[in-house]
Protein backbone atom coordinates (compact mmCIF):
# COMPACT_ATOMS: atom_id res chain seq x y z
CA UNK A 1 0.00 0.00 0.00
CA UNK A 2 1.36 3.52 -0.73
CA UNK A 3 1.87 6.00 1.82
CA UNK A 4 -0.21 8.82 2.22
CA UNK A 5 0.65 12.06 3.99
CA UNK A 6 -1.96 12.23 7.04
CA UNK A 7 -2.14 14.16 10.23
CA UNK A 8 -1.07 11.91 13.39
CA UNK A 9 -5.09 12.22 15.37
CA UNK A 10 -6.31 11.13 11.60
CA UNK A 11 -4.41 8.17 10.79
CA UNK A 12 -4.63 6.81 14.72
CA UNK A 13 -8.47 6.84 13.65
CA UNK A 14 -7.69 5.05 10.37
CA UNK A 15 -5.49 2.27 11.79
CA UNK A 16 -8.55 1.69 14.49
CA UNK A 17 -10.67 0.88 11.39
CA UNK A 18 -8.37 -0.82 9.36
CA UNK A 19 -7.55 -3.11 12.67
CA UNK A 20 -11.65 -4.13 12.92
CA UNK A 21 -12.64 -1.11 15.64
CA UNK A 22 -15.78 -0.42 14.66
CA UNK A 23 -16.86 1.12 17.69
CA UNK A 24 -15.69 4.51 18.66
CA UNK A 25 -17.80 6.18 22.39
CA UNK A 26 -15.66 9.57 23.25
CA UNK A 27 -15.51 13.62 23.60
CA UNK A 28 -13.43 16.41 21.72
CA UNK A 29 -10.39 18.01 23.64
CA UNK A 30 -7.63 19.76 22.47
CA UNK A 31 -4.84 18.28 20.97
CA UNK A 32 -7.45 15.20 19.99
CA UNK A 33 -10.32 16.64 18.65
CA UNK A 34 -9.72 15.13 15.38
CA UNK A 35 -9.53 11.46 16.33
CA UNK A 36 -13.26 11.79 16.80
CA UNK A 37 -14.19 14.19 14.16
CA UNK A 38 -12.52 11.68 11.35
CA UNK A 39 -13.93 8.82 13.22
CA UNK A 40 -17.56 10.60 13.36
CA UNK A 41 -17.37 10.20 8.88
CA UNK A 42 -15.29 7.33 8.25
CA UNK A 43 -16.70 4.78 10.98
CA UNK A 44 -20.19 4.80 9.14
CA UNK A 45 -19.02 4.54 5.93
CA UNK A 46 -18.15 0.78 7.26
CA UNK A 47 -20.99 0.25 9.28
CA UNK A 48 -19.39 1.20 12.48
CA UNK A 49 -20.75 3.05 15.46
CA UNK A 50 -19.69 6.39 16.47
CA UNK A 51 -21.43 8.37 19.76
CA UNK A 52 -20.07 11.91 20.93
CA UNK A 53 -20.88 10.84 24.50
CA UNK A 54 -22.54 13.31 27.41
CA UNK A 55 -19.25 13.33 28.60
CA UNK A 56 -15.63 11.36 29.16
CA UNK A 57 -17.05 9.39 32.20
CA UNK A 58 -20.02 8.37 30.22
CA UNK A 59 -17.89 7.52 26.77
CA UNK A 60 -15.37 5.32 28.85
CA UNK A 61 -18.69 3.41 30.26
CA UNK A 62 -20.40 3.10 26.78
CA UNK A 63 -16.63 1.66 26.27
CA UNK A 64 -17.23 -0.94 28.87
CA UNK A 65 -20.57 -2.20 27.56
CA UNK A 66 -19.20 -2.47 23.52
CA UNK A 67 -15.96 -4.50 25.15
CA UNK A 68 -18.09 -6.86 27.26
CA UNK A 69 -20.43 -6.95 24.01
CA UNK A 70 -17.02 -8.65 22.01
CA UNK A 71 -16.29 -5.75 20.12
CA UNK A 72 -13.44 -3.47 19.30
CA UNK A 73 -14.30 -0.45 20.86
CA UNK A 74 -11.93 2.81 20.89
CA UNK A 75 -11.35 5.71 23.14
CA UNK A 76 -9.78 8.50 22.68
CA UNK A 77 -9.29 11.45 25.04
CA UNK A 78 -6.27 14.47 26.32
CA UNK A 79 -5.09 14.21 29.79
CA UNK A 80 -7.75 15.88 31.80
CA UNK A 81 -10.22 14.13 29.86
CA UNK A 82 -8.24 10.79 30.92
CA UNK A 83 -8.29 11.70 34.00
CA UNK A 84 -12.06 12.01 34.19
CA UNK A 85 -12.53 8.21 31.99
CA UNK A 86 -9.70 6.35 35.05
CA UNK A 87 -12.74 4.77 37.24
CA UNK A 88 -14.30 3.50 34.17
CA UNK A 89 -10.71 2.03 33.07
CA UNK A 90 -10.21 0.49 36.45
CA UNK A 91 -13.11 -1.07 35.82
CA UNK A 92 -12.22 -2.39 32.40
CA UNK A 93 -9.13 -3.50 33.76
CA UNK A 94 -10.29 -5.51 36.88
CA UNK A 95 -13.21 -7.32 34.46
CA UNK A 96 -10.50 -8.18 32.04
CA UNK A 97 -12.34 -6.42 29.16
CA UNK A 98 -10.37 -5.63 25.74
CA UNK A 99 -10.11 -1.86 24.66
CA UNK A 100 -8.03 0.22 23.49
CA UNK A 101 -7.60 4.28 24.86
CA UNK A 102 -5.57 6.88 23.27
CA UNK A 103 -3.83 9.90 25.17
CA UNK A 104 -2.57 12.37 22.95
CA UNK A 105 -1.05 14.41 26.56
CA UNK A 106 -1.32 17.98 27.01
CA UNK A 107 0.77 20.12 29.71
CA UNK A 108 -0.47 19.66 33.19
CA UNK A 109 -1.72 19.76 35.75
CA UNK A 110 -5.45 20.34 35.61
CA UNK A 111 -6.31 21.94 32.55
CA UNK A 112 -2.72 22.78 31.87
CA UNK A 113 -2.11 23.80 28.44
CA UNK A 114 -2.75 22.64 24.63
CA UNK A 115 0.60 22.01 24.01
CA UNK A 116 2.34 18.58 23.98
CA UNK A 117 3.57 17.03 27.39
CA UNK A 118 4.59 13.36 28.86
CA UNK A 119 3.17 14.30 32.45
CA UNK A 120 0.37 11.44 32.31
CA UNK A 121 2.89 8.74 32.65
CA UNK A 122 2.43 8.18 36.19
CA UNK A 123 -1.58 7.86 35.43
CA UNK A 124 -1.23 5.60 32.92
CA UNK A 125 1.76 3.07 34.19
CA UNK A 126 0.99 3.12 37.90
CA UNK A 127 -2.60 2.86 37.67
CA UNK A 128 -4.76 6.19 37.89
CA UNK A 129 -7.86 3.98 39.32
CA UNK A 130 -7.95 2.13 42.67
CA UNK A 131 -6.73 -1.30 43.12
CA UNK A 132 -3.79 -3.55 42.18
CA UNK A 133 -3.73 -3.47 38.34
CA UNK A 134 -1.86 -2.92 35.21
CA UNK A 135 -2.91 -1.72 31.52
CA UNK A 136 -0.16 -2.37 28.70
CA UNK A 137 0.98 1.02 27.48
CA UNK A 138 2.74 1.84 24.45
CA UNK A 139 4.55 5.00 23.42
CA UNK A 140 4.81 5.63 19.80
CA UNK A 141 7.87 8.40 18.71
CA UNK A 142 6.15 9.03 15.12
CA UNK A 143 2.91 9.05 13.30
CA UNK A 144 3.73 5.76 11.48
CA UNK A 145 4.55 4.16 14.63
CA UNK A 146 1.22 5.35 16.29
CA UNK A 147 -0.48 3.80 13.30
CA UNK A 148 1.23 0.53 14.12
CA UNK A 149 1.00 0.44 17.79
CA UNK A 150 -2.76 0.93 17.42
CA UNK A 151 -3.38 -1.78 15.35
CA UNK A 152 -1.20 -3.97 17.59
CA UNK A 153 -3.18 -2.65 20.21
CA UNK A 154 -6.60 -4.17 19.59
CA UNK A 155 -4.43 -7.87 19.43
CA UNK A 156 -3.00 -7.23 22.53
CA UNK A 157 -6.41 -6.30 24.15
CA UNK A 158 -8.01 -8.95 23.10
CA UNK A 159 -5.03 -11.52 23.38
CA UNK A 160 -4.45 -10.90 27.04
CA UNK A 161 -7.96 -9.40 28.06
CA UNK A 162 -6.91 -6.11 28.84
CA UNK A 163 -7.20 -2.67 27.86
CA UNK A 164 -4.25 -1.09 25.97
CA UNK A 165 -3.10 2.92 26.37
CA UNK A 166 -1.43 4.35 23.71
CA UNK A 167 0.29 7.07 25.73
CA UNK A 168 0.96 9.93 22.99
CA UNK A 169 2.18 13.66 23.41
CA UNK A 170 0.18 16.20 21.86
CA UNK A 171 3.06 16.84 19.18
CA UNK A 172 2.42 12.79 17.81
CA UNK A 173 -1.34 13.53 17.03
CA UNK A 174 -1.04 17.05 15.33
CA UNK A 175 2.02 16.60 13.50
CA UNK A 176 1.54 15.60 9.37
CA UNK A 177 3.72 12.54 8.32
CA UNK A 178 3.69 9.87 5.78
CA UNK A 179 2.14 6.83 6.68
CA UNK A 180 0.92 3.24 5.66
CA UNK A 181 -1.26 0.87 7.00
CA UNK A 182 -0.94 -2.92 6.65
CA UNK A 183 -2.79 -4.35 9.79
CA UNK A 184 -1.85 -7.90 9.66
CA UNK A 185 -3.26 -9.75 13.19
CA UNK A 186 0.43 -11.39 14.79
CA UNK A 187 -1.59 -13.35 17.58
CA UNK A 188 -3.35 -16.24 17.46
CA UNK A 189 -6.64 -14.90 19.10
CA UNK A 190 -9.41 -16.81 20.65
CA UNK A 191 -12.88 -15.97 19.82
CA UNK A 192 -14.82 -14.52 22.41
CA UNK A 193 -16.96 -17.18 23.98
CA UNK A 194 -17.35 -14.82 27.52
CA UNK A 195 -18.69 -12.47 25.42
CA UNK A 196 -22.63 -11.67 26.92
CA UNK A 197 -24.90 -11.91 23.86
CA UNK A 198 -27.90 -10.21 25.25
CA UNK A 199 -29.93 -13.26 23.11
CA UNK A 200 -31.01 -14.31 27.02
CA UNK A 201 -31.02 -18.14 26.22
CA UNK A 202 -28.36 -20.92 25.99
CA UNK A 203 -25.23 -20.66 28.40
CA UNK A 204 -25.31 -17.54 30.70
CA UNK A 205 -22.38 -15.29 30.82
CA UNK A 206 -21.45 -12.76 33.10
CA UNK A 207 -19.14 -9.93 33.40
CA UNK A 208 -17.81 -9.57 37.11
CA UNK A 209 -16.41 -6.82 38.74
CA UNK A 210 -17.77 -7.44 42.30
CA UNK A 211 -15.97 -10.12 44.62
CA UNK A 212 -17.28 -8.92 48.55
CA UNK A 213 -14.82 -11.72 50.08
CA UNK A 214 -11.54 -10.63 50.95
CA UNK A 215 -10.47 -14.20 50.47
CA UNK A 216 -11.85 -14.70 47.24
CA UNK A 217 -10.95 -10.96 46.48
CA UNK A 218 -7.16 -11.67 46.97
CA UNK A 219 -7.57 -14.82 44.47
CA UNK A 220 -9.14 -12.73 42.10
CA UNK A 221 -6.49 -9.90 42.23
CA UNK A 222 -4.15 -12.75 42.25
CA UNK A 223 -5.13 -14.18 39.03
CA UNK A 224 -4.75 -10.74 36.96
CA UNK A 225 -0.97 -11.31 38.28
CA UNK A 226 -0.40 -14.21 36.59
CA UNK A 227 -1.42 -12.79 33.29
CA UNK A 228 0.62 -9.47 34.05
CA UNK A 229 3.57 -11.97 34.51
CA UNK A 230 3.09 -12.87 31.62
CA UNK A 231 3.31 -9.53 29.36
CA UNK A 232 5.96 -8.84 31.32
CA UNK A 233 7.96 -11.65 30.11
CA UNK A 234 6.92 -11.74 26.51
CA UNK A 235 5.68 -7.77 25.36
CA UNK A 236 8.71 -5.46 26.18
CA UNK A 237 9.58 -3.31 23.50
CA UNK A 238 12.35 -1.07 22.90
CA UNK A 239 14.71 0.58 19.93
CA UNK A 240 18.52 0.50 20.92
CA UNK A 241 20.25 3.49 19.24
CA UNK A 242 23.64 3.67 18.91
CA UNK A 243 24.32 1.27 21.66
CA UNK A 244 26.55 -1.27 20.32
CA UNK A 245 29.52 0.69 21.69
CA UNK A 246 28.20 3.55 23.81
CA UNK A 247 29.26 4.32 26.88
CA UNK A 248 26.21 6.42 27.89
CA UNK A 249 22.72 5.97 27.27
CA UNK A 250 19.79 8.63 26.90
CA UNK A 251 16.37 7.07 27.64
CA UNK A 252 13.75 8.99 26.53
CA UNK A 253 10.26 8.33 24.85
CA UNK A 254 7.61 9.79 22.06
CA UNK A 255 8.37 13.85 20.90
CA UNK A 256 11.18 14.21 23.47
CA UNK A 257 13.18 11.15 21.89
CA UNK A 258 13.13 12.43 18.32
CA UNK A 259 14.74 15.80 19.79
CA UNK A 260 17.53 13.43 21.81
CA UNK A 261 18.34 11.24 18.55
CA UNK A 262 19.14 14.60 16.67
CA UNK A 263 21.27 15.53 20.13
CA UNK A 264 23.37 12.60 19.66
CA UNK A 265 24.55 13.21 16.50
CA UNK A 266 25.77 16.58 17.75
CA UNK A 267 27.86 14.79 20.56
CA UNK A 268 28.77 11.64 18.34
CA UNK A 269 30.31 13.90 15.78
CA UNK A 270 32.24 15.68 19.28
CA UNK A 271 33.51 11.85 20.23
CA UNK A 272 31.19 11.24 22.63
CA UNK A 273 30.31 7.60 22.75
CA UNK A 274 26.53 8.17 23.93
CA UNK A 275 23.59 6.27 22.73
CA UNK A 276 20.02 5.65 23.06
CA UNK A 277 17.34 3.31 24.50
CA UNK A 278 13.60 4.15 23.81
CA UNK A 279 10.81 2.74 25.86
CA UNK A 280 8.09 1.27 22.85
CA UNK A 281 6.41 -0.11 25.99
CA UNK A 282 6.04 2.10 29.21
CA UNK A 283 4.08 -0.83 30.53
CA UNK A 284 5.84 -3.79 30.77
CA UNK A 285 8.97 -1.34 31.42
CA UNK A 286 11.82 -2.98 29.09
CA UNK A 287 14.27 -3.58 32.02
CA UNK A 288 15.34 -5.79 29.74
CA UNK A 289 17.38 -3.35 27.28
CA UNK A 290 19.06 -2.12 30.36
CA UNK A 291 20.15 -6.10 31.40
CA UNK A 292 22.11 -6.01 28.63
CA UNK A 293 23.82 -3.05 28.86
CA UNK A 294 24.25 -2.20 32.86
CA UNK A 295 27.75 -3.49 33.30
CA UNK A 296 29.29 -1.09 30.57
CA UNK A 297 27.02 2.51 30.91
CA UNK A 298 28.33 5.01 33.04
CA UNK A 299 25.09 6.51 33.10
CA UNK A 300 22.01 6.96 31.72
CA UNK A 301 20.55 10.58 30.99
CA UNK A 302 16.49 10.62 31.16
CA UNK A 303 15.52 13.26 28.95
CA UNK A 304 11.26 13.93 29.34
CA UNK A 305 8.48 16.52 28.96
CA UNK A 306 8.02 16.07 32.15
CA UNK A 307 9.43 16.63 35.66
CA UNK A 308 10.79 13.15 35.58
CA UNK A 309 7.49 10.22 36.12
CA UNK A 310 9.68 7.89 34.13
CA UNK A 311 12.83 8.31 36.58
CA UNK A 312 11.94 6.08 39.31
CA UNK A 313 11.05 3.05 36.41
CA UNK A 314 14.67 4.13 34.92
CA UNK A 315 16.19 4.05 38.34
CA UNK A 316 15.25 0.16 38.95
CA UNK A 317 16.26 -0.97 35.41
CA UNK A 318 19.65 0.07 36.05
CA UNK A 319 19.42 -0.88 39.50
CA UNK A 320 21.42 2.55 40.75
CA UNK A 321 19.30 5.46 41.08
CA UNK A 322 22.82 7.72 41.19
CA UNK A 323 23.77 6.40 37.75
CA UNK A 324 20.31 8.47 36.11
CA UNK A 325 20.33 11.83 35.65
CA UNK A 326 17.79 13.59 34.40
CA UNK A 327 16.60 16.70 32.29
CA UNK A 328 12.73 17.96 31.98
CA UNK A 329 10.90 20.33 30.26
CA UNK A 330 7.17 20.84 31.18
CA UNK A 331 3.84 22.51 30.88
CA UNK A 332 3.91 22.31 27.38
CA UNK A 333 7.40 22.95 26.33
CA UNK A 334 9.75 20.86 24.49
CA UNK A 335 13.27 20.39 24.48
CA UNK A 336 15.71 22.35 22.34
CA UNK A 337 18.47 19.67 20.84
CA UNK A 338 21.00 22.52 22.20
CA UNK A 339 19.76 21.66 25.44
CA UNK A 340 19.98 18.14 25.13
CA UNK A 341 23.48 18.91 23.56
CA UNK A 342 24.45 20.90 26.54
CA UNK A 343 23.01 18.41 29.67
CA UNK A 344 25.05 15.83 27.58
CA UNK A 345 28.11 17.60 27.69
CA UNK A 346 27.60 18.42 31.20
CA UNK A 347 26.86 14.19 32.45
CA UNK A 348 29.56 13.34 30.27
CA UNK A 349 31.97 15.91 31.02
CA UNK A 350 35.20 15.04 29.20
CA UNK A 351 34.87 11.33 28.99
CA UNK A 352 34.84 10.74 25.10
Not at 157 to 186: H, R, S, W
Not at 201 to 224: A, F, R, T, Y
Amino acid sequence: MAKVLMKGNEAVGKAAIEAGCRYFFGYPITPQSEVPEYLSSELPKVGGTFVQAESEVAAINMVYGAAAAGARVLTSSSSPGIALKQEGIGYLSNASMPAVIINMMRGGPGLGTIQPGQADYNMAVKGGSNGDYHDIVLAPASVQEAVDMVMEAFDLADFYGTPVIILADGLIGQMMEPVEFNYVCKKQLKEKTWALTGKGDGEKHMVQNLVIEPEECEEWNKSHFVKYAEIEAEEQAWEEYLMDDAEYAFVSYGTASRVVRTAIGYLRAEGYKVGMIRPKTLWPFPVKAFDKVNDRIKKYLDVEMSMGQMLPDVAVACNDKYKVEFYGRTGGMVPAVDEIVEFGKKVMGGDK
